[in-house]
Protein backbone atom coordinates (compact mmCIF):
# COMPACT_ATOMS: atom_id res chain seq x y z
CA UNK A 1 0.00 0.00 0.00
CA UNK A 2 1.35 3.12 -0.90
CA UNK A 3 2.04 6.00 1.68
CA UNK A 4 -0.12 8.90 1.38
CA UNK A 5 0.11 12.39 -0.90
CA UNK A 6 1.78 14.35 2.11
CA UNK A 7 3.69 12.00 4.40
CA UNK A 8 6.65 12.51 3.84
CA UNK A 9 9.99 10.23 4.67
CA UNK A 10 11.22 10.77 8.11
CA UNK A 11 7.15 12.02 9.06
CA UNK A 12 6.19 9.93 12.10
CA UNK A 13 4.70 9.29 15.64
CA UNK A 14 6.10 9.02 18.71
CA UNK A 15 3.42 8.19 21.83
CA UNK A 16 4.18 9.42 25.17
CA UNK A 17 3.05 12.37 27.22
CA UNK A 18 2.68 14.39 25.29
CA UNK A 19 3.25 12.67 21.86
CA UNK A 20 5.65 14.03 19.59
CA UNK A 21 4.97 13.89 15.65
CA UNK A 22 8.66 14.24 13.74
CA UNK A 23 7.72 17.21 10.87
CA UNK A 24 11.27 17.88 9.06
CA UNK A 25 13.97 16.49 9.17
CA UNK A 26 17.31 17.28 9.10
CA UNK A 27 18.17 18.14 6.18
CA UNK A 28 14.58 19.55 5.71
CA UNK A 29 15.56 21.92 8.15
CA UNK A 30 18.91 23.00 6.76
CA UNK A 31 16.99 23.26 3.11
CA UNK A 32 14.76 25.45 4.55
CA UNK A 33 17.14 28.07 6.54
CA UNK A 34 19.68 28.43 3.97
CA UNK A 35 17.07 29.35 1.08
CA UNK A 36 15.43 31.61 4.32
CA UNK A 37 18.88 33.07 4.96
CA UNK A 38 19.51 33.36 0.84
CA UNK A 39 16.17 34.92 0.69
CA UNK A 40 16.70 37.78 3.47
CA UNK A 41 20.06 38.80 2.39
CA UNK A 42 18.72 39.17 -1.43
CA UNK A 43 16.30 41.43 -0.03
CA UNK A 44 18.78 43.11 1.67
CA UNK A 45 21.13 43.50 -0.85
CA UNK A 46 18.60 43.92 -3.90
CA UNK A 47 16.94 46.93 -1.66
CA UNK A 48 20.36 48.42 -1.43
CA UNK A 49 20.69 48.72 -5.37
CA UNK A 50 17.19 49.81 -5.72
CA UNK A 51 16.74 53.32 -4.59
CA UNK A 52 20.04 55.80 -3.42
CA UNK A 53 18.38 56.62 0.35
CA UNK A 54 18.77 52.68 0.62
CA UNK A 55 22.71 52.57 -0.54
CA UNK A 56 23.72 52.87 2.97
CA UNK A 57 22.26 48.76 3.72
CA UNK A 58 25.81 48.35 0.54
CA UNK A 59 28.10 48.49 3.77
CA UNK A 60 26.85 45.04 4.83
CA UNK A 61 28.31 43.67 2.19
CA UNK A 62 31.47 45.55 1.73
CA UNK A 63 30.01 48.03 -0.74
CA UNK A 64 28.55 49.10 -3.50
CA UNK A 65 30.56 47.03 -6.10
CA UNK A 66 31.05 44.14 -3.76
CA UNK A 67 26.89 44.32 -3.07
CA UNK A 68 26.76 44.19 -6.89
CA UNK A 69 28.98 41.01 -7.44
CA UNK A 70 28.08 38.98 -4.99
CA UNK A 71 24.39 39.34 -5.00
CA UNK A 72 23.33 37.60 -7.98
CA UNK A 73 25.81 34.57 -6.55
CA UNK A 74 23.36 34.80 -3.86
CA UNK A 75 20.36 34.31 -5.93
CA UNK A 76 22.28 31.30 -7.92
CA UNK A 77 22.61 29.68 -3.77
CA UNK A 78 19.02 30.60 -3.44
CA UNK A 79 17.20 28.69 -6.64
CA UNK A 80 19.76 25.46 -5.77
CA UNK A 81 18.53 25.66 -2.53
CA UNK A 82 15.00 25.97 -3.26
CA UNK A 83 15.16 23.47 -5.94
CA UNK A 84 15.83 20.97 -3.17
CA UNK A 85 12.74 22.00 -1.26
CA UNK A 86 10.52 22.32 -4.23
CA UNK A 87 11.46 18.24 -4.95
CA UNK A 88 11.08 17.47 -1.08
CA UNK A 89 7.61 19.28 -0.97
CA UNK A 90 5.50 19.72 -4.00
CA UNK A 91 3.72 16.59 -3.71
CA UNK A 92 2.44 17.63 -0.10
CA UNK A 93 1.57 20.67 -1.44
CA UNK A 94 -0.78 19.63 -4.63
CA UNK A 95 -4.20 21.41 -3.99
CA UNK A 96 -7.08 19.06 -2.53
CA UNK A 97 -10.97 19.60 -2.18
CA UNK A 98 -10.42 20.45 1.55
CA UNK A 99 -8.00 23.43 0.70
CA UNK A 100 -10.78 25.01 -1.09
CA UNK A 101 -12.97 25.01 1.42
CA UNK A 102 -10.74 26.07 3.76
CA UNK A 103 -10.39 29.03 1.53
CA UNK A 104 -14.19 29.29 1.68
CA UNK A 105 -13.85 29.82 5.76
CA UNK A 106 -11.05 31.87 5.92
CA UNK A 107 -13.10 34.06 8.09
CA UNK A 108 -13.12 31.01 10.42
CA UNK A 109 -9.48 30.32 9.97
CA UNK A 110 -8.64 34.04 11.13
CA UNK A 111 -11.08 33.85 14.08
CA UNK A 112 -9.51 30.54 15.02
CA UNK A 113 -12.70 28.27 14.57
CA UNK A 114 -11.07 25.24 14.38
CA UNK A 115 -13.77 23.12 14.57
CA UNK A 116 -15.62 24.68 11.79
CA UNK A 117 -12.67 23.99 9.26
CA UNK A 118 -12.02 20.80 7.12
CA UNK A 119 -9.53 17.93 8.14
CA UNK A 120 -6.59 19.01 6.23
CA UNK A 121 -3.14 17.31 5.02
CA UNK A 122 0.65 18.00 5.85
CA UNK A 123 -0.31 21.88 4.36
CA UNK A 124 -2.87 24.02 5.00
CA UNK A 125 -4.43 25.79 1.70
CA UNK A 126 -2.53 29.28 2.88
CA UNK A 127 0.59 27.47 3.08
CA UNK A 128 0.19 25.95 -0.44
CA UNK A 129 -0.15 29.47 -2.05
CA UNK A 130 2.85 30.50 -0.11
CA UNK A 131 4.31 27.42 -1.71
CA UNK A 132 3.42 27.68 -5.09
CA UNK A 133 3.94 31.57 -5.33
CA UNK A 134 7.17 31.40 -4.16
CA UNK A 135 8.38 28.83 -6.76
CA UNK A 136 6.80 30.70 -9.97
CA UNK A 137 8.54 33.89 -8.53
CA UNK A 138 11.63 32.30 -7.59
CA UNK A 139 11.89 31.06 -11.54
CA UNK A 140 10.89 34.61 -12.66
CA UNK A 141 13.60 35.89 -10.38
CA UNK A 142 16.33 33.85 -11.64
CA UNK A 143 15.14 34.25 -15.22
CA UNK A 144 15.22 37.88 -15.44
CA UNK A 145 18.49 38.12 -13.04
CA UNK A 146 20.23 36.05 -16.10
CA UNK A 147 19.09 38.36 -18.52
CA UNK A 148 20.61 41.45 -16.43
CA UNK A 149 23.68 39.65 -15.01
CA UNK A 150 26.21 42.34 -17.67
CA UNK A 151 29.30 40.23 -16.11
CA UNK A 152 28.61 37.32 -17.29
CA UNK A 153 25.58 37.24 -20.27
CA UNK A 154 25.54 41.33 -21.52
CA UNK A 155 26.11 40.24 -25.16
CA UNK A 156 23.24 37.22 -25.21
CA UNK A 157 20.64 40.17 -24.54
CA UNK A 158 19.49 43.80 -26.13
CA UNK A 159 19.63 47.14 -24.16
CA UNK A 160 15.52 47.09 -24.95
CA UNK A 161 15.44 42.86 -23.24
CA UNK A 162 17.53 43.90 -20.31
CA UNK A 163 15.36 47.22 -19.43
CA UNK A 164 11.76 44.60 -19.62
CA UNK A 165 13.64 42.33 -16.98
CA UNK A 166 14.81 44.76 -14.71
CA UNK A 167 11.51 46.17 -14.27
CA UNK A 168 10.07 42.43 -14.28
CA UNK A 169 12.91 41.44 -11.49
CA UNK A 170 11.92 44.41 -9.50
CA UNK A 171 8.22 43.72 -9.60
CA UNK A 172 8.61 40.11 -8.47
CA UNK A 173 11.11 40.81 -5.76
CA UNK A 174 8.76 43.53 -4.45
CA UNK A 175 5.73 40.08 -4.51
CA UNK A 176 8.29 37.29 -3.47
CA UNK A 177 9.15 40.35 -0.34
CA UNK A 178 4.99 40.12 0.49
CA UNK A 179 4.59 36.43 0.19
CA UNK A 180 7.39 35.94 2.66
CA UNK A 181 6.42 38.44 5.45
CA UNK A 182 2.71 36.82 5.24
CA UNK A 183 5.19 33.57 5.37
CA UNK A 184 6.98 35.01 8.78
CA UNK A 185 3.56 36.03 9.97
CA UNK A 186 1.63 33.40 9.66
CA UNK A 187 3.87 30.97 11.05
CA UNK A 188 4.60 33.29 14.18
CA UNK A 189 0.36 33.49 14.21
CA UNK A 190 0.36 29.99 14.74
CA UNK A 191 2.23 28.71 17.91
CA UNK A 192 4.26 25.84 17.44
CA UNK A 193 4.93 25.94 13.55
CA UNK A 194 8.70 27.95 14.28
CA UNK A 195 9.44 25.32 16.95
CA UNK A 196 8.96 22.86 13.92
CA UNK A 197 11.10 24.16 11.37
CA UNK A 198 13.83 24.37 14.36
CA UNK A 199 13.39 21.18 16.47
CA UNK A 200 11.69 18.92 14.06
CA UNK A 201 9.02 18.13 15.88
CA UNK A 202 5.73 19.26 16.93
CA UNK A 203 3.46 17.76 19.66
CA UNK A 204 -0.03 15.37 18.86
CA UNK A 205 -2.21 17.77 19.75
CA UNK A 206 -0.97 20.38 16.99
CA UNK A 207 -0.67 17.71 14.46
CA UNK A 208 -4.51 17.22 15.86
CA UNK A 209 -5.71 20.70 16.11
CA UNK A 210 -4.07 21.97 12.46
CA UNK A 211 -3.38 19.14 10.48
CA UNK A 212 -5.73 16.18 12.01
CA UNK A 213 -5.81 14.58 8.41
CA UNK A 214 -2.38 14.07 7.97
CA UNK A 215 -1.88 13.43 12.12
CA UNK A 216 -4.28 10.42 11.28
CA UNK A 217 -2.55 9.12 8.15
CA UNK A 218 0.86 9.03 10.20
CA UNK A 219 -0.95 7.14 12.73
CA UNK A 220 -2.72 4.50 10.31
CA UNK A 221 0.66 4.19 8.92
CA UNK A 222 2.12 3.65 12.23
CA UNK A 223 -0.71 0.41 13.18
CA UNK A 224 -0.56 0.89 16.98
CA UNK A 225 -1.99 2.98 19.28
CA UNK A 226 -5.39 4.51 19.73
CA UNK A 227 -6.86 7.39 18.73
CA UNK A 228 -7.60 8.90 21.98
CA UNK A 229 -4.14 8.47 23.90
CA UNK A 230 -2.19 9.65 19.92
CA UNK A 231 -4.22 12.80 20.07
CA UNK A 232 -3.31 14.02 23.43
Known amino acids: MSAPYDVETGDAVHPGRPVQVDRYTVGARINHWITAISLILLAISGLALFHPSLFFLTGLFGGGQMTRTIHPWIGVVLFFSFFGMFLRFWKANLWKSEDGTWMRRLRDVIAGHEEKLPELGKYNAGQKLVFWGMSFLIVVLIAS ?85 LAE
Open 145 to 229: GVVIWNAYFSTFTSIEQQRVALLVHAVAAVAIICVWIVHVYAAIWVKGTIGAMTRGQVTGGWAWRHHRKWFRELVSSRKSGTRGT
